[in-house]
C-alpha cells in the first residue's frame, strides 16, 4: 500500500546506510474522506460517530523524530489515533488562556530548499491560534502571567487516542525508537465542547 511504501523508506535507507530523506510528511484534508488513499482502514467505528456529522478534515502525521510542533490552538475539536510512537501534550487549559499572552502575527511559510534546509518567508495572512509565550523555555521577564498557567502533560503512546477539545493551546513532541517513525491519524470536527462554546460566545 502507498503507506508502506512511505513508512519502509526509514528502515530502508537505513540498512543501505544512506540518510533517509523523509524529513515531515503531512498530509493534510486528503479528499479521500477515510485516507484510503493510503492504504488505511475506514473510520473506526467510535471515531464516526462523534466526528462524521461535522467531519471538516483529516490528517495522516508522518514525522522522523525528534519533532515539536510548538505551542498553538485549533479551531475545532479533534481526535487524534497514535499508529505508532508516542507524541507528549503540553497543554494550557483554556479558562487561562491569557496567561500564554495570545497574540495576532502575519503567518511565516518555511519553503525548503534542499534536504533539512529551510527559508522563511513572510506572508500576508493574519494568524490568532499562536501564543507570544515559549512552554518549553519561558521567560517570565518578559511573560510574566505564564507563572499562573494551568499547565498539563498528557503522554499518548501507540494504540492510544486523545481527544483535544477546540481551544486549548498545546504543544505537541513526537518520539519513536530509533530507526521507527511517528505516525498518528487526526480527524477535526465541529464538536460542542464548553470551550468551543465559551470562545464562540465571547468572541
Do not use: C
Amino acid at each position: 500500500s502507498p503507506l508502506r511504501t512511505v513508512l519502509g523508506t526509514a528502515p530502508q535507507a537505513e540498512s543501505e546506510r544512506v540518510i533517509p530523506p523523509l524529513e515531515h510528511v503531512a498530509v493534510q484534508q486528503s479528499p479521500s474522506r477515510d485516507l484510503s488513499d493510503f492504504g488505511l482502514p475506514p473510520l473506526p467505528p467510535f471515531v464516526e460517530e462523534l466526528v462524521s456529522p461535522t467531519l471538516q478534515a483529516r490528517n495522516l502525521w508522518v514525522a522522523a523524530p525528534p519533532k515539536t510542533s510548538v505551542l498553538h490552538y485549533d479551531w475545532q475539536d479533534s481526535v487524534l489515533l497514535q499508529v505508532s510512537g508516542t507524541k507528549r501534550f503540553t497543554l494550557i487549559d483554556p479558562a487561562r488562556l491569557h496567561t500564554a499572552y495570545p497574540a495576532v502575527m502575519l503567518m511565516e511559510n518555511l519553503v525548503r530548499t534542499g534536504a533539512g534546509q529551510f527559508e522563511p518567508r513572510l506572508t500576508s495572512r493574519e494568524v490568532d491560534n499562536f501564543p507570544l509565550a515559549n512552554i518549553t523555555h519561558p521567560d517570565y521577564d518578559r511573560h510574566p502571567l505564564l507563572r499562573d498557567a494551568h499547565v498539563m502533560t498528557v503522554e499518548v503512546p501507540a494504540g492510544s487516542a486523545l481527544f483535544l477539545p477546540a481551544y486549548w493551546f498545546h504543544q505537541v513532541e513526537s518520539f519513536a525508537a530509533p530507526g521507527e517513525l511517528n505516525v498518528a491519524v487526526n480527524y477535526w470536527f465541529q464538536g460542542h465542547s464548553l470551550a468551543t462554546r465559551l470562545y464562540r460566545t465571547l468572541r
